[in-house]
């Protein structure tokens, strides 16, 4: 078949993916105390700063925060793809890039705080790729 044929549909498919999808990530950031509380909570009984378990359940609290954001966004017709949670425990946060936009969120439990960080990038670097592919 020939490629000036099918550069067209390859076009569009990329095109409705860009325009449906979004990428992101979303950071809960809390100190070591705070996370053990947390984690005793959710474990049911005691845990210690260094026991393995809090990472566990933290992560496991992650999980279930953006499962359930991303479960309701796909509901309304967005399509995000979910990765499983990575540790970040650096002073220095993570880097973002002009196309991309965060919210912090501060939540305050009987725990200690909790802060959600949640940063989106959206279809214009995409949108750009394409333009760029197309006249080049």
Same mark, same amino acid.
């Given at each position: 078949?020939?490629?000036?044929? =099918?550069?067209p549909?390859?076009?569009? /498919?990329? /095109?409705?993916?860009?325009? &449906?999808l979004?990428e992101?990530?979303?950071?809960?950031? !809390?100190d070591? +105390? !705070?996370? *053990?509380? =947390?984690?005793?909570? #959710?474990?049911?009984? +005691?845990?210690?700063?260094?026991?393995?378990?809090?990472?566990?359940? @933290?992560f496991? #609290?992650?999980?279930l925060?953006?499962?359930?954001?991303?479960?309701?966004?796909?509901?309304?017709?967005?399509?995000?793809? @979910?990765?499983?949670?990575?540790?970040h !425990?650096?002073?220095?946060?993570?880097?973002? &890039?002009?196309? !991309?936009? /965060? #919210?912090?969120?501060?939540f305050? *439990? +009987?725990?200690?705080s909790?802060?959600?960080? =949640?940063?989106?990038?959206?279809?214009? %670097?995409? %949108?750009?790729?394409?333009?760029?592919?197309?006249?080049?």
């Amino acid at each position: 078949m020939r490629m000036e044929l =099918i550069q067209p549909f390859i076009n569009a /498919a990329d /095109a409705v993916l860009a325009e &449906t999808l979004l990428e992101g990530r979303v950071v809960l950031d !809390t100190d070591v +105390p !705070t996370a *053990t509380a =947390i984690a005793s909570a #959710l474990i049911g009984s +005691p845990v210690e700063e260094n026991d393995p378990s809090v990472k566990e359940a @933290i992560f496991e #609290l992650a999980n279930l925060v953006i499962g359930n954001a991303v479960t309701s966004l796909n509901d309304q017709g967005f399509r995000f793809k @979910i990765n499983p949670p990575e540790p970040h !425990t650096e002073d220095k946060g993570l880097e973002g &890039t002009e196309d !991309t936009e /965060a #919210l912090v969120m501060s939540f305050d *439990t +009987p725990s200690g705080s909790v802060f959600m960080n =949640i940063a989106m990038r959206y279809n214009r %670097r995409r %949108r750009q790729e394409r333009e760029a592919v197309v006249s080049g």
